[in-house]
DNA sequence: CCGGATCCGTAACGATACTG
DNA sequence: CAGTATCGTTACGGATCCGG
């Protein structure tokens, strides 16, 4: 049985890394960080990923405490994997890595690589922790693929949750794709909507606040 | 030349972790967040890596525009590399991973690791991230091995610089490994104060407010 | 000495096939 | 559905060597 690759540094990022610092861990963080699943889901939702690998990650997680594993109601053999509240404490470093990574995308990964409503969702969430937050009190929809989310702003905080909102002020239909170039600033908001690209319900000063609370009014980084 | 492997996800994260999710990347980028080095400080600072890796690494991420290389001004040979503004975004992603990986720091990793005070300074920064603020108007400052940095509370904020404090309230002396054990609540401040593992200039009450507000007052997570 | 490049053994990963 | 078993490929780790 071979040791398993260390850093051999007494610091929290190499600890850290040692344990979701290698290929696929993160992913399947930010899979069950959407909500619990059952490994074929992981391997649906992971393409790529061998079940060899897949079994060998959870294994390992469930080891270190973050994930735990429920058995599925109605079904005897079903597992349900989850995240330990230990796991969900990286939901802060995955935002944070997610925000930045999002720079990188290009219209060339949209035309090959997939795209799922779910991360999305996910790029949203981290559009918010970062983003201004307006002196008012409403909420939008997004109906995304076949998921809906929304966002609410109450008392100068805005919360992102699963489900629609109670009385959108806007409510933005869109596939997965054109979704996450709209969060990746590869088309603006206001062109998408103008294009046909997505669809949606509410004034145009609905569109600018919301477009305004995510940062989608900044520009993208700039090369360094 | 191989092709690099790749997620073929269109989502952020997973395009961060195309780019510094491999083996070593997130460490020399640790490296660089602390200050620009030479190729030679970071085969120093980062035992086990290989030289023909370093270089592989470095190159990738200079062609990713995340860090730049300048010329030593007293040395014509000398290479300095540093992070670019696109690299110094990490910043709070590496805060939150190392914040959450300290968790995992033992006692058996302090005596087999090596221990070094500027990520004790890293850990450091990530507590200040999330701990409470104070009201109060003071400075600790901390001589860790060789190294003094210092946090400054003004106007309800703390930060946390390199270098020594203005007057400070308290000045905390102790090894790297020390340091960071504290930071990993495998110790408290009182009990590394009492058993002379660290020597404070300053009264009881600015210990307990600086460990108030790096939240060493509260207990260490629970495993899962 | 600094900044690498070359070579080779080992560990990790990827694809496919198969099983309780 | 939830994984193992097997096997080929890629990446990493360690040592050595090289040009300024």
Request: aromatic residues 6%; hydrophobic residues 45%; contains cysteine.
């Amino acid at each position: 049985m071979p040791e398993k690759r260390q850093y051999g540094q007494f610091c929290g990022l190499a600890s850290a890394m040692e344990i979701v610092g290698e290929r696929w861990t993160m992913l399947i963080i930010r899979e069950l960080l959407i909500g619990p699943a059952r490994f074929s889901d992981l391997t649906d939702n992971l393409p790529g990923v061998s079940p060899n690998m897949l079994a060998d990650r959870l294994r390992f997680l469930t080891d270190q405490g973050i994930i735990a594993v429920d058995r599925v109601p109605g079904d005897a053999r079903g597992k349900l994997y989850r995240l330990t509240p230990l796991g969900a404490e990286l939901r802060p470093a995955v935002h944070g890595l997610a925000r930045w990574g999002m720079s990188f995308l290009t219209d060339e990964d949209a035309a090959r690589s997939t795209s799922r409503a779910a991360w999305g969702f996910l790029a949203l969430q981290t559009m918010i922790d970062v983003g201004t937050p307006l002196a008012v009190d409403e909420e939008y929809e997004f109906r995304v693929a076949d998921e809906v989310f929304s966002i609410a702003v109450h008392d100068g905080k805005a919360t992102a949750q699963r489900g629609p909102a109670h009385q959108p002020a806007l409510v933005i239909h869109a596939d997965a794709e054109t979704f996450i170039r709209i969060g990746a600033k590869l088309i603006s908001p206001f062109e998408a909507v103008i294009t046909g690209r997505i669809k949606a319900e509410g004034d145009l000063d609905a569109i600018q606040r919301c477009t305004q609370l995510l940062g989608l009014d900044q520009p993208r980084r700039a090369a360094a």
